[in-house]
Every structure is written in C-alpha cells, then in structure tokens.
C-alpha cells in the first residue's frame, strides 16, 4: 500500500474549502431565481483560497516538507 502523500491531503481540503465558499456567497440570496453562476463569486472564492492556502503553507511548513536523501537529488531530477 503507498503512502498518501500530506499535499493531497491539503489539495482536498482547498477544494471542499472553495466549494463552501462558493456555496456561502448564495446564502445571501432572497429567491432561487437569483441563484446563478457569477465569475465574480467564482473570483472571489478562489481568491480566499489561494490567500488561505499560503497562510496554511506558512503555518504548517513542518508539515509539508520535501525530504531529499541527498543533497543532489534535486540537481540530478530537474536541473538537467
């Protein structure tokens, strides 16, 4: 069995946190015929999002550690 890796873990939680937002932007709707599809909303969620997803990074740094064995690890997978 592999291991799950923490990053999917984090990208599952920024979807389901983009999708309750998106959702609460309709709370303040007064008919059902005033729920629609808004880019602004649409904007505005990912924005939060994005903004939410570096101060977790930030936070949870520890967390979400690339560990190397080497030193030349990186060199040798993207730098040639």
């Known amino acids: 069995m592999m291991k799950k890796s923490p990053y999917t873990n984090f990208i599952l939680m920024l979807i389901l946190s983009f999708i309750g937002m998106y959702i609460t932007m309709y ?43 080497k030193p030349n690890d990186f060199d040798k997978k993207f730098c040639y």
């Open 27 to 69: 709370f303040n709707t007064y008919e059902l015929d005033h729920v629609y599809f808004s880019f602004t909303r649409f904007y505005i969620s990912c924005l939060g999002v994005s903004v939410m997803a570096i101060i977790m990074l930030l936070f949870m740094r520890n967390m979400y550690r690339i560990s190397m064995t």
